[in-house]
Each structure stands twice: as structure tokens, then as C-alpha cells.
């Protein structure tokens, strides 16, 4: 199991998916003045309004479809209001450690 872990490491893309930084200060200022809430943000997407036909729909997809083609698109999480230090520390104590105690 050790070697194939070490070889699917090396070999295929596993090993070089992760998290990137997004440096761009724009988007991150962008982000700052739109965003409200912490969520899961999905790019770009439309809401239809309410009370649109069918037709209106139908055209808000394609358009949708489009920008989505075009890109960028993907997936974010967003906190827009960062927290304190003091509570990130004391979420992380509050679990109790995993030990195992063999007697």
C-alpha cells in the first residue's frame, strides 16, 4: 500500500492538486465590497427573477451557459468578516485530543 501511495503520488496529478493563494488584491478588494455572508459561492451564475416566462428563462440559461464557457468559473468559500484570533485558538482546544490509552 506504501509503494502504490508513493508512486499515485509522483506520478499522477494527485500529488500537485491543492489550494492556491489568489494574490490578485482587485478581486480580493472586489470581494470585500460585495460579498456579505460566509457562504459557497458558485461563478458566475445567474438568478432568475421572479415572474419571468418561460422564454425569459430559457434565454437567461443560454446566457448563463455562455459566460460559463467563456470563464473564469468555480467554486469559492467565502468569510467575509474574518475572525478573531482568541476564537480560532479556542475552537481548536475545545475538542478533545485523540488519544488512545492502552492498558
Not at 493563494?21 to 456579505?36: M, P, Y
Not at 458558485?42 to 467563456?70: D, I
Not at 484570533?85 to 488512545?100: G, H, K, T
Request: with cysteine; glycine share 6%.
Amino acid at each position: 500500500m506504501f509503494f502504490w501511495e508513493g508512486l499515485a503520488h509522483d506520478l499522477l496529478p494527485i500529488g500537485k492538486s491543492g489550494l492556491k493563494a489568489l494574490s490578485n488584491e482587485q478581486v480580493i478588494t472586489a470581494l470585500k465590497g460585495n460579498v456579505k455572508e460566509a457562504e459557497l459561492y458558485m461563478f458566475p451564475r445567474v438568478e432568475p427573477a421572479p415572474g419571468m416566462t418561460k422564454e425569459q428563462k430559457q434565454e437567461l440559461m443560454r446566457k448563463s451557459q455562455e459566460q460559463w464557457y467563456a470563464g473564469p468559473s468555480g467554486l469559492m468559500v467565502i468569510h467575509p468578516v474574518a475572525r478573531d484570533r482568541v476564537s480560532q485558538v479556542s475552537l481548536r482546544r475545545s475538542s478533545p485530543p485523540i488519544s488512545c490509552s492502552c492498558c
